[in-house]
């Protein structure tokens, strides 16, 4: 599991989850040792329309926090 955070925080990405292949985690910036690793619970690359909805009241139930 990667930790979820959105904005300038966010250094990670994952190719597709849906299309049951193994996924792939790629760095957006080069990461320092022992930095963090974050990546958008809510900004779905592969959702469609979806990740426009996918929001606080979803990040809650789903996840059990909000942002």
Known sequence: M???RNGKWRNVDATSA???EDITVFAHRN???NEQLYISYTECNDCGDFKYQYITPSLLVD???VE
């Open 63 to 65: 996840f059990g926090f």
């Open 18 to 20: 849906h299309d049951g």
């Open 31 to 33: 990461i320092a040792a």
């Open 2 to 4: 990667i930790s979820h």
